[in-house]
C-alpha cells in the first residue's frame, strides 16, 4: 500500500540545522510531486515547501525561504528537508505528502504520520 | 498573498448537516481542496478539486465552490466525524491553508 514514512525529527538548539527524510513506497515515487507541511503544537496546518516529481523546481512558503531546502533521490525513493538556522518559531509536527498529480493544481492526497522537531535551548 | 478564512467551530446534531465554509476573494477561481484532521492523527484528503472524492470517501462529504466562498458539507453527521477541517488552495506557486474549523457533533 502507497505508505510515506518520516523520520530524522529531534531537538535541537536554535541557529542549528537538522535533515528530515520521508521514505516512500508502494507508488511511482518519481512520477509525483512531493510536499512538507508542518504544524505548529496547538496550531493549524503550514505548507512549507514543493518539489516536482524530477526536482526541476522547487518552491518554498516565505517563512522559511533561504534557510531550509527540500531535495528527493529517486533512485532511492526519498525526500528530504534541510533545515537550517533553525528558529523557535520552527517547533512543529514535519509532515511529508504526495501531491495529487493534476499538473499545476497542487494538493496533498497521502501523507506521512509526521516527525516532531523541537528547537530549544 | 492569498488569504482563506475558515469559522473556528461549528458544532452539528448527530445526524443533520453540517457545513463548513472557507472564504476568500474569488475563491471560486481556484481549485479548493479539503482535509480532516482527527485528534492525534495525520490529515487526511477528503475533498479535491472543489468536489471530488478520494476513494473511500462516502458521499454524505461534498464540496463546492462558488463566489467568494468554498463549503465542505457533511450530511448526516457521525461522531467519527468530529475533527478539524482545512482547506487548501495553491496561489502564486504557494501552498494556502485556512486556519482550520473544528467540528463538533452533538
Known amino acids: 500500500q502507497v505508505q510515506l514514512v518520516e523520520s530524522g525529527g529531534g531537538v535541537v538548539q536554535p541557529g542549528r540545522s537538522l535533515r528530515l527524510s520521508c521514505a516512500a513506497s508502494g507508488f511511482t515515487f518519481r512520477s509525483y510531486a512531493m510536499h512538507w507541511v508542518r504544524q505548529a503544537p496547538g496550531k493549524g496546518l503550514e505548507w512549507v515547501a514543493l518539489?516536482?516529481?524530477?526536482?526541476?523546481?522547487?518552491y518554498y512558503a516565505d517563512s522559511v525561504k533561504g534557510r531550509f531546502t527540500i531535495s528527493r533521490d529517486n533512485s532511492k525513493n526519498t525526500l528530504y528537508l534541510q533545515m537550517n538556522s533553525l528558529r523557535a518559531e520552527d517547533t512543529a509536527v514535519y509532515y511529508c505528502?504526495?501531491?495529487?498529480?493534476?499538473?499545476?493544481?497542487?494538493?496533498?492526497?497521502?501523507w506521512g504520520k509526521g516527525t516532531t522537531v523541537t528547537v530549544s535551548s | 498573498s492569498f488569504e482563506l478564512t475558515q469559522p473556528l467551530s461549528v458544532s452539528v446534531a448527530l445526524g443533520k448537516t453540517a457545513r463548513i465554509t472557507c472564504g476568500g476573494n474569488?475563491?471560486?477561481?481556484?481549485?479548493v481542496h479539503w482535509y480532516q484532521q482527527r485528534p492525534g492523527q495525520a490529515p487526511m484528503l477528503v475533498i479535491y478539486r472543489n468536489s471530488n472524492r478520494p476513494s473511500g470517501i462516502p458521499e454524505r462529504i461534498s464540496g463546492s465552490n462558488s463566489g467568494n466562498t468554498a463549503t465542505l458539507t457533511i450530511s448526516s453527521a457521525q461522531a467519527g466525524d468530529e475533527a478539524d477541517y482545512y482547506c487548501?488552495?495553491?496561489?502564486?506557486?504557494?501552498?494556502?491553508f485556512g486556519g482550520g474549523t473544528e467540528l463538533t457533533v452533538l
Open positions: 505528502a504526495r501531491d495529487g498529480g493534476y499538473g499545476a493544481i497542487y494538493y496533498m492526497d497521502v
Open positions: 487548501q488552495v495553491w496561489d502564486s506557486n504557494t501552498g494556502v
Open positions: 474569488n475563491i471560486a477561481n481556484k481549485n
Open positions: 518539489i516536482l516529481y524530477d526536482g526541476s523546481n522547487q
